[in-house]
């Protein structure tokens, strides 16, 4: 396991390298620029903040200044926010959007899992189809339709949570709510799947000739298998998560980092751009790799070779 995860880590290298190069001279390639607006600024002004950032160098040589930053872990600083650097937009964003992102998983798994489990054991079942019927309902109702459903009933018609910001436990429960469902969605219908292979194992049927009872069958021995495929789901998704949602961000009025991360790119904001693309890039080949090792935890018979 340790030469596995020393491995898969070495490989990252080269993977974190063609990301941050493409999208270096994707950006480069595009037409616009940062400091360029529908206001004509001043050549002479203009010209002052090129050479302040090192834009009116050679592109090859702005290339070899970032790469060498990216060595130090220096994002450079923002072009939007000229008070700030990348690594503080990060640092003030990324927290909010895990919070935001870790509650809407939780929520995603206590109503999916559940969700999948009942509707494999009621297979082709009045509640099966039920159960499925809900589940594609969540998936065809996008976030930006729930949210502000969610906002009249429970903030305008309930008084029940307030219906924008950031800062308290009850502003954080409709914006999760609204970011899980989907995902529970598509965990329900993983869970569900799989669930109806395992319950016709050999193991399964010799379990309860032994006279194990149903909730011992489905919690202790089949849930296990059964969890693969949403293991596998969940890599993308953590990550997915995490960095939030600009519409959920938009809608709730959430400081994260998904908000900055849309503003630098219709402001042709570079470093910042690069910077959160890139910082996304290594949280998703993190949480595969953690999914890759929570694999080995729910069937020791994976071997990593």
Same mark, same amino acid.
Do not use: C
């Given at each position: ?21 493409? %999208? ?12 360029? $607006? ?13 050479? !302040? ?26 072009? !939007?926010?000229?008070?700030? %650097? ?42 099966? *189809? ?14 930006? @339709? ?6 009249? @009933? ?29 995902? $529970? ?20 049927? %010799?379990?309860?000739? !032994? ?6 069958? +489905? ?14 789901? +969940? ?5 997915? +998560? ?7 961000? !938009? ?15 219709? $402001?042709?904001?570079?470093?910042? @751009? ?16 953690? @999914? ?8 020791? *018979?994976?071997?990593?070779?």
């Amino acid at each position: 396991m340790t030469k596995f995860i020393l491995r898969r880590i070495v490989i990252s290298i080269p993977v974190i390298f063609l990301v941050a190069t493409t %999208t270096f001279f994707i950006l480069r390639l595009a037409p616009g620029g940062p400091f360029l $607006s529908e206001r004509a600024i001043p050549p002479e002004i203009q010209a002052n903040l090129q050479a !302040k950032y090192g834009l009116d160098q050679p592109l090859l040589v702005q290339y070899g200044r970032y790469l060498s930053s990216l060595l130090r872990l220096d994002l450079g600083p923002s072009y !939007k926010y000229p008070e700030r %650097t990348v690594n503080d937009i990060i640092r003030e964003g990324f927290p909010v959007s895990l919070q935001l992102g870790l509650a809407a998983l939780v929520i995603a798994l206590l109503l999916g899992i559940p969700a999948g489990v009942f509707a494999a054991v009621k297979h082709r079942a009045v509640l099966d *189809r039920l159960t499925m019927s809900v589940v594609m309902l969540g998936i065809s109702l996008p976030t930006f @339709v729930v949210g502000p459903m969610l906002i009249f @009933v429970f903030s305008l018609t309930l008084y029940w949570f307030p219906p924008a910001l950031w800062g308290e436990p009850s502003q954080l429960v409709l914006p999760a709510i609204t970011l899980a469902l989907p995902y $529970s969605v598509y965990i329900a219908r993983l869970t569900r799947t799989e669930m109806l292979e395992i319950l016709d194992q050999d193991y399964i049927r %010799t379990a309860r000739a !032994k006279g194990a009872g149903e909730f011992r069958v +489905l919690w202790r021995h089949a849930l296990n298998g059964g969890l693969l495929p949403v293991v596998s789901f +969940l890599g993308p998704a953590v990550a997915d +998560l995490t960095t939030g949602s600009i519409v959920i961000e !938009k809608i709730f009025a959430i400081p994260g980092l998904g908000r900055f991360f849309v503003e630098s790119a219709f $402001s042709r904001d570079y470093t910042t @751009v690069m910077g959160t693309v890139l910082f996304y890039s290594v949280l998703l080949i993190g949480a595969n790799l953690v @999914v890759d090792i929570l694999y080995r935890v729910l069937d020791p *018979r994976i071997e990593y070779r």
